[in-house]
């Protein structure tokens, strides 16, 4: 009788505070691996970007070495003809397809953005403000002495400003209109130019800032993908992923 009781009492079950133990543990891992899980994922994805960017990049560099000029649309470098612009202007020396296998569509469901810099002199990362106190953002970029203009795409900033040189060229009071394109005549010095640009709105919004002169510079291209988020700037994997920055 008292070997029966000693073992029906050594294959008792488990006790309500063992199971929901168990079932924490089991949650908080399952949790972690998949955050480890969709980190990966998304490290795959730049590194995907980043190499579909990069031979984007070398067909549009054949192209110029070919032609002369680079195309208008990133699609262009897939076609085994030249484009319409090039025949129309009897441009020739084209090879095509310099893309064949690539894909215009990002990892995240996104076409890559392409443009060309036509005369464009300076043209920094989007200019983003953070959480904390607002700061100053100095660049130096070279150009002759003349003419120019500078272009600001507003994304949601309300305060800050902008100096050339050490003169304010764009006052508070232009950010405060909310004004979603900012536009105006420059004067460039020859060689070292500096422009100094602070924004102290809401974090998060941004502005785009290109610099151009009216002098006739040569042709360069932009190529990149927003990341995760499909939107510009950014940190981590919704950083802006650009040919020749990474």
């Known amino acids: 009788m008292s070997t029966y009781l000693r073992n029906k009492t050594s294959i008792r079950g488990f006790s309500l505070l063992e199971i929901l133990v168990a079932i924490t543990i089991i949650a908080i891992l399952a949790a972690f691996m ?5 980190n990966l994922t998304q490290r795959a994805r730049v590194a995907a970007a980043k190499s579909t960017i990069s031979g984007f990049g070398l067909a549009l560099s054949s192209i110029k070495i070919h032609t002369g000029v680079y195309p208008q649309f990133l699609a262009d470098t897939m076609e085994v003809h ?5 025949i129309g202007a009897g441009i020739g020396g084209w090879w095509g397809p310099y893309a064949e296998g690539l894909s215009p569509i990002d990892p ?17 990362a989007p200019i983003q403000r953070f959480h904390g106190k607002p700061g100053t953002h100095t660049f130096n970029f070279t150009a002759g002495h003349g003419k120019g203009t500078i272009v600001v795409d507003n994304y949601g900033v309300t305060a800050g400003w ?7 060229i764009i006052s508070p009071d232009k950010f ?8 105006l005549p420059i004067t460039l010095l020859s060689g070292n130019n500096t422009l100094e640009i ?42 802006d ?3 020749g920055k990474f």
Request: net charge positive.
């Open 176 to 183: 405060k209109k909310k004004v979603s394109i900012i536009k």
């Open 34 to 38: 998949g955050v480890q899980v969709k």
């Open 241 to 243: 992923i650009i040919y």
């Open 198 to 239: 602070r924004v102290a709105s809401k974090p998060t919004t941004f502005i785009d800032v290109r610099i151009t002169s009216w002098v006739s510079v040569e042709t360069t291209f932009t190529l990149l993908s927003h990341g995760a988020d499909g939107k510009p700037g950014g940190t981590g994997f919704n950083a």
């Open 82 to 86: 030249p484009p319409a612009d090039f």
């Open 108 to 124: 995240w469901g996104n076409p890559y953005l392409y443009f060309l810099n036509e005369g464009n002199l300076f043209s920094p």
């Open 162 to 168: 902008i100096e050339l040189n050490g003169k304010r």
